[in-house]
């Protein structure tokens, strides 16, 4: 495990999943850096997130500009542009970035990205069917 007293992550990709995940971090006291290629999307959280830059993670000299390898967390938070997922998520393997969460849209994908190297994937998806069918189910009721 990393030194606890590292609190900071790489989230790439500033979607529905990445920024509901950066804000979360954020809000407990972690220093994010947010990415993504679209500057409209790094416009609306450059206030809430600690830092936050519009780069192509799918380009190494730009991933390493903004000192990804340095960091000992990183989040890839590209699901639907699968090949963008794969190649950022390969790059970061790459470079030695300790901790990777990837995110997969299909288990095939999670797949893909687990034999790349990405140490953790989340089915976001698949996680919360399983967790709706437990609430529907009553399963998680606190019977008293
Ligand atoms: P959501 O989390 O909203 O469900 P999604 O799973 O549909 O998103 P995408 O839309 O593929 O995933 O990507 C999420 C975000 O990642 C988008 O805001 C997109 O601009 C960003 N993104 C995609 N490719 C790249 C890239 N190569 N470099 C940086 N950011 C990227």
């Known amino acids: 495990r990393s030194r606890p007293h590292d609190k900071r992550v790489l989230v790439i990709g500033?979607?529905?999943f990445g920024s509901s995940l950066a804000l979360e971090l954020?809000?407990?006291g972690w220093e994010v850096l947010g990415m993504d290629s679209n500057p409209?999307?790094?416009?609306?959280f450059s206030e809430s997130l600690t830092h936050t830059v519009v780069a192509d993670a799918t380009d190494d000299e730009a991933l390493r500009q903004i000192g990804a390898h340095e960091f000992t967390r990183a989040?890839?938070?590209?699901?639907?542009?699968?090949?963008e997922s794969i190649l950022?998520?390969?790059?970061?393997v790459d470079m030695g970035v300790p901790h990777i969460w990837a995110k997969a849209t299909s288990r095939r994908h999670g797949r893909i990205l687990q034999q790349i190297?990405?140490?953790h994937v989340v089915l976001p998806e698949h996680d919360m069917g399983e967790r709706v069918a437990?609430?529907?189910?009553g399963r998680m009721l606190d019977y008293v």
């Open 40 to 44: 409209r999307l790094v416009q609306a």
């Open 88 to 92: 950022a998520s390969s790059l970061l």
């Open 75 to 83: 989040v890839v938070a590209i699901g639907t542009h699968l090949e």
């Open 14 to 16: 500033l979607g529905r």
């Open 26 to 28: 954020v809000a407990h």
């Open 134 to 137: 437990h609430l529907v189910s």
């Open 117 to 119: 190297g990405a140490h």
